[in-house]
């Protein structure tokens, strides 16, 4: 267990569907990661949070949003979804801005879109 | 567009051989490099990491080697065991991109007994 909670574990839906992910970080993380992992495109960072801050984007898709709460955890909001959604989305915290010893990752969640 | 090269995509290994896995890079502001292992239906961990102030760095049967002219990293895994067939990502990342990573395809180690 890496002390990074991501729920659900799996997630079937269908296209034009909107779903939220969500992520638990370490105890006394500060940061939130997410990326996405796919087969074409590999693992892709997607956005950061630290602190309830947005930090930085990535490759996010404006149907993509997400938010960090003042409990820290956070949650990837997904709408409109289509079939090149389907990915590993992976959760990943350190505890400043940006933690030179790597990221822990959470077990991901994988979402499949019919 | 992969600022991490990764090869090869996937490699097969005999126990006990040696795993070699290449990486190349182009953004000079890169300052930290580390390497993930992957097993099925899991996250991504710390394997080990190199700055480039070092040429090489070992751990247990893992070594980085470095080489900031030709802008290359390799991973070489030493006595392979079937324990270490997984996916291996590298990555690169720096101080002021809040070490935000960069990772290579990945490549898919299978080590035969």
């Known amino acids: 267990d890496s002390g990074v909670t991501q729920t659900p574990k799996h997630l079937i839906t269908a296209t034009g569907q909107r779903v939220t992910l969500r992520c638990s970080p370490r105890?006394?993380?500060?940061?939130v990661y997410w990326y996405q992992q796919s087969l074409d495109q590999g693992l892709q960072f997607l956005i950061q949070y630290y602190n309830g801050e947005e930090r930085a984007k990535g490759n996010i898709l404006e149907r993509f949003s997400a938010q960090q709460f003042p409990d820290l955890h956070s949650e990837l909001n997904l709408s409109s979804l289509e079939l090149g959604d389907s990915a590993l989305y992976f959760c990943?915290?350190?505890?400043?801005?940006?933690?030179?010893?790597?990221?822990?990752f959470g077990s991901g969640t994988r979402l499949t879109v019919v | 567009q992969q600022q991490v090269k990764q090869s090869p995509q996937s490699l097969i290994v005999q126990k006990g051989g040696i795993s070699i896995i290449n990486c190349a890079y182009e953004n000079t502001a890169f300052d930290y490099f580390p390497w993930y292992q992957q097993f099925p239906g899991k996250g991504p961990a710390l394997l080990i990491a190199?700055?480039?102030?070092?040429s090489e760095k070992k751990e247990g049967r893992f070594t980085i080697s470095f080489n900031k002219s030709a802008k290359q990293f390799s991973l070489h895994i030493m006595d392979s065991q079937p324990g270490d067939s997984a996916t291996y990502f590298c990555?690169?990342?720096?101080?002021?991109?809040?070490?935000?990573?960069?990772f290579g395809a990945g490549t898919t180690v299978t080590v035969r007994a």
């Open positions: 990943a915290s350190s505890v400043g801005r940006g933690d030179s010893y790597g990221y822990t």
């Open positions: 990555a690169a990342t720096y101080e002021s991109n809040d070490y935000k990573l960069s």
């Open positions: 105890s006394g993380d500060l940061s």
């Open positions: 190199i700055r480039p102030d070092v």
